[in-house]
């Protein structure tokens, strides 16, 4: 049982250059999620998504798009990276709406 | 915003209990309080939730008072394994929508 797998770890990009982070769970949880950390701050909400085909926008949703074709995978998309998405990038997911979010290890990425 | 203050570094010493207060004054009263903790640039970890009453596992103890407008962590018996920041969120509108604060750095000293 591997929990939430995120890849890769670590990424450095190119200003207007895209990519994909992705994040997988083999725990069948309906809830996913994308929070973005920056330095001395709290996690904010990227993305949700309440199970296969549904997404919804959190607090910091602009510059990235997210789809969920499956139960399992729930990945982020970078269309055109810039400076200001320099971040850690943690996917969580959920048995249900309240319960407790499983974290994966991160993706540190860099816009250079 | 978050709605919870919490202080923002504490001290412990190693073996003693270590008590992390939040303060959650606007909480509503179908809103729960969860705590997480985050070890150096680890994703964070769920330690325990509460709605009312105290709450116990194997990790911690969540203290809520009886107007619900603060709580208190316990790590009974602090090892240096739990130097980390620990954040007190009251969820908003389902697990999708936890709003992290700036949490306590909680400091183990041998």
């Known amino acids: 049982n591997a929990g939430v797998t995120q890849t890769p770890k670590f990424q450095v990009l190119k200003t207007g250059q895209s990519m994909t982070l992705q994040c997988a769970q083999d725990m069948n949880h309906e809830y996913m999620s994308w929070y973005r950390q920056d330095p001395g701050m709290g996690l904010r909400l990227i993305h949700y998504s309440v199970g296969a085909g549904i997404t919804d926008q959190g607090e910091v949703p602009n510059g990235y798009n997210v789809s969920r074709s499956t139960t399992e995978d729930f990945p982020l998309r970078l269309l055109s990276a810039a400076p200001s998405q320099t971040s850690v990038y943690f996917c969580?997911?959920?048995?249900?709406?309240?319960?407790?979010?499983?974290f994966g290890n991160g993706t540190r990425l860099t816009v250079t | 915003d978050a709605k919870t203050t919490q202080p923002p570094s504490m001290d412990c010493a190693e073996g003693r209990a270590a008590n992390l207060p939040c303060n959650h004054s606007?909480?509503?009263?179908?809103?729960?309080v969860y705590w997480y903790r985050q070890i150096h640039s680890q994703g964070p970890q769920y330690i325990i939730h509460?709605?009312?009453n105290n709450e116990t596992n194997e990790m911690a103890s969540l203290i809520i008072t009886e107007d619900r407008k603060s709580s208190t962590l316990i790590l009974p018996h602090a090892t240096l394994r739990d130097t980390a920041v620990y954040y007190c969120?009251?969820?908003?509108?389902?697990?999708?929508?936890?709003?992290f604060g700036q949490g306590t750095r909680l400091t183990i000293n041998p």
């Open positions: 969580a997911s959920s048995s249900g709406i309240w319960a407790p979010l499983h």
């Open positions: 509460g709605l009312k």
């Open positions: 969120i009251v969820m908003e509108g389902g697990a999708q929508k936890l709003v």
């Open positions: 606007t909480i509503s009263g179908n809103e729960y």
